[in-house]
């Protein structure tokens, strides 16, 4: 099987777009980039695709490698025969590989290796034959000083023959089977641990039993958990009697072949022991481990549409901004900041218990507001945070811009998630970035940063500890964090950035770029002053031809010399763009934005060897609107002012929420308390929902309706209700 056969085994795309794409990543070329600037070659591609190809390649890859692994092993051992040899060069399933391999695997001494070393393999392989021999008396045959009687003798001959039907490839296979369809996982509660106060969040799961394949992954992984923490014992089995005896009886029609034959009762003993010693311990394993897989993949699937959505929240844009982290007995940390985000002024204020310094709080935020020309003011949705917006609309501040009529408008106040801002805060990022402010200062400018731009401020921070997720400390870390740095690369590179405003964490995302290349462009900005065309980044120390291609297009720069260098048209077509002007008679300037010329442009007249249609379909979209941001606009909200905890509320309220989190089972909904509620996936919507994705997203604004209430668990149930 070649890598396009195994790749399309899965892939559903021509063979010349899966060659096509294989020769694109050869070429040190970057999804973000075929899938932007290359869809001529690979069919239209996209993203998404293009990544599940790059994956399979990899996998493919490293099966091959596998198997020159493990056919070298045998060669070794001197017992590569043919047919073995073709089996494993033909397959491509790891799992089957893994058993072609296994009698060959160094494994520690086992009860077989000791009955062969004793001499009974022969006594063994007779039995196996199942031959009309009375194996019993010629059991006696085989006794020596280790073997002191028939009974041992035929005891190491099972031994042998158990370790055979364990590494019988059909056996395993068909087993395998069996546990995917009936494997049961049941759990019991520690007794040391059933009074431990920690342990009553898995309460549920005490005395627990059902089917595996049914498990959702939320609960499994929180099954997982439990055992991790040692609050139950958990285990597989396939344990009905019929089921036990289905899982025998399989193993009984591959291995008896003689049901006359005077072997076949130590077969059967052979047999039983095989299962119950070898064969269920490893499939069981095997079972759950896969299972664990399936349950790691779709909850970090969640986590990364959770943060594609977060990372791709509508931004505020640039404005001057007032943020506070509110606080009760600590105060409310307040920060200013200017349209870039640089911080202007720094002061904490006590408007709340225990210090009740309302009028001077309110005479401070006045100041601050007009000495600073203050837009928009950002609150922290942790401790103290409705309290706080209550506080600072009381205030009722206008701001000094004024709107179209000419009229001055009241400031607007924005609610914003604080998830994982004490991380960055006390981050080397944070470090470098305000080396002379403490943490404090430091959380309230990410909290202002998030509203005026979330993709540029969140990447900063580590993805898991964004927290929109489902169980992401307990899934496979290392494909986690792959994956979430695929979601952030993705998000950057759709968005662009602006290269004279970016800070290192946000370039090392861009195509092409790096971290340290990133430290390489920041430093040149600095010593340089900012970049006033693309191909100045050519002259920034080792960034290549090769970055320069994969980079230039995802890079903005406002007001630069080129118009082009403001919009997503990637630099080597801008000689198609200038020639499409000259043919309307226009200069470059005069095309861009200028719709009804843009609609006069035949493609056809401007595809080349390198630029085919689909291209210039996305240049004259540019063209049309240049530099346009795919995100929406930020929209204030306010929750209902006469909820402020959970004692406020009744069965039966509708309120207006947030969706804050979202999940295989449902979404979480901010209604403005401490506690988030949940909107079950049956209760989103009348019918059935197969993704809790096709309803909600991260941050909509809906309103939910409490269908059950739960003060002493902390525990709102919610209902959908627009």
């Not at 296979?173 to 431990?196: F, P």
């Not at 007032?322 to 985000?341: H, M, N, T, Y």
Request: proline residues 3%; aromatic residues 6%; charged residues 30%.
């Amino acid at each position: 099987m070649t890598h396009i056969q195994f790749i399309k085994a899965i892939v559903n795309t021509a063979d010349k777009n899966i060659e096509a794409t294989i020769k694109l990543f050869n070429e040190d070329c970057t999804i973000p980039f075929i899938a932007r600037y290359r869809k001529d070659q690979t069919g239209n591609l996209d993203e998404v695709i293009i990544e599940q190809i790059a994956k399979l390649a990899k996998q493919y890859d490293e099966i091959t490698k596998r198997k020159e692994s493990i056919l070298k092993t045998i060669a070794e051992q001197g017992q590569l025969l043919p047919e073995l040899k073709s089996k494993i060069e033909k397959s491509f399933d790891l799992q089957e590989i893994e058993d072609l391999y296994l009698p060959f695997k160094k494994k520690k001494k086992t009860k077989a290796d000791i009955a062969r070393e004793n001499g009974l393999e022969p006594l063994a392989k007779l039995i196996f034959a199942q031959n009309k021999e009375d194996v019993d008396f010629i059991a006696t045959q085989y006794l020596n000083e280790n073997v002191i009687n028939e009974d041992v003798a035929l005891q190491g001959a099972r031994d042998i023959i158990a370790e055979w039907i364990n590494e019988n490839i059909h056996v395993r296979k068909l087993l395998r089977r069996l546990y995917q369809r009936k494997a049961t996982i049941t759990t019991k509660v520690a007794k040391s641990k059933i009074e431990d106060e920690l342990a009553k969040k898995f309460s549920q799961y005490f005395d627990w039993s059902e089917n595996l394949t049914k498990t959702p992954a939320h609960r499994l992984l929180a099954m997982l958990r439990a055992e991790n923490e040692g609050f139950i014992k958990l285990k597989i089995e396939v344990d009905s009697e019929s089921e036990s005896e289905d899982a025998i009886a399989i193993i009984d029609e591959i291995i008896i072949k003689n049901h006359h034959s005077p072997s076949k009762s130590h077969l059967k003993i052979a047999i039983q022991d095989s299962f119950k010693r070898l064969l269920h311990p490893a499939i069981a394993n095997e079972t759950l481990q896969e299972a664990k897989a399936k349950a790691d993949a779709s909850s970090i699937q969640v986590f990364a549409n959770n943060l594609s959505q977060l990372l791709l929240a509508p931004p505020l844009g640039e404005k001057r901004i007032l943020a506070i982290d509110p606080g009760f007995r600590s105060g409310c940390k307040i920060v200013c900041l200017d349209e870039k985000g640089d911080l202007l002024y720094n002061e904490t204020i006590y408007p709340h218990q225990p210090q009740n310094e309302t009028a001077m709080a309110m005479k401070k935020i006045r100041t601050m507001v007009n000495a600073y020309n203050i837009e928009a003011i950002a609150i922290g949705n942790g401790t103290a945070s409705r309290e706080t917006e209550l506080f600072i609309k009381k205030i009722a501040l206008e701001a000094r811009t004024k709107d179209e009529q000419g009229e001055t408008k009241p400031i607007q106040v924005f609610v914003v998630s604080e998830a994982g801002a004490s991380v960055y805060s006390a981050s080397k990022i944070a470090r470098d970035e305000f080396p002379n402010f403490d943490v404090t200062v430091r959380g309230s400018v990410s909290i202002g940063r998030r509203l005026s731009d979330p993709l540029a401020e969140l990447v900063k921070i580590d993805a898991k500890s964004i927290g929109v997720g489902q169980y992401q400390h307990d899934v496979d870390q290392a494909k986690l964090k792959e994956e979430l740095d695929s979601v952030v690369v993705r998000c950057v590179n759709s968005v662009g950035i602006n290269i004279n405003t970016s800070s290192k964490s946000l370039l090392s995302y861009v195509s092409g770029i790096g971290e340290k290349m990133a430290e390489s462009i920041v430093a040149f900005r600095q010593e340089n002053g900012p970049f006033e065309d693309r191909k100045q980044l050519k002259k920034v120390p080792r960034l290549g031809e090769k970055a320069y291609q994969q980079a230039a297009a995802f890079i903005r720069i406002k007001e630069g010399k080129n118009p082009l260098d403001n919009s997503a048209v990637h630099p080597e077509a801008y000689g198609i763009v200038e020639k499409m002007a000259k043919d309307l008679g226009l200069k470059t300037n005069d095309l861009i934005a200028n719709k009804e010329k843009i609609a006069k442009i035949r493609l056809e007249d401007y595809v080349t060897k390198e630029i085919g249609i689909l291209a210039l379909k996305d240049i004259v979209k540019e063209l049309e609107k240049p530099g346009l941001d795919p995100r929406k606009a930020a929209k204030v909200f306010e929750f209902d002012a006469n909820v402020k905890t959970i004692k406020d509320l009744r069965t039966g309220m509708i309120l207006p929420g947030i969706v804050n989190n979202i999940t295989a089972f449902g979404c979480f909904v901010d209604i403005g308390i401490k506690e988030s509620g949940l909107v079950h996936i049956s209760q989103l919507k009348a019918g059935f929902v197969s993704d809790v994705n096709e309803v909600v997203k991260l941050h909509q604004h809906v309103q939910v309706k409490i269908v059950e209430l739960d003060e002493d668990r902390k525990r709102i149930q919610l209902t959908m209700v627009i």
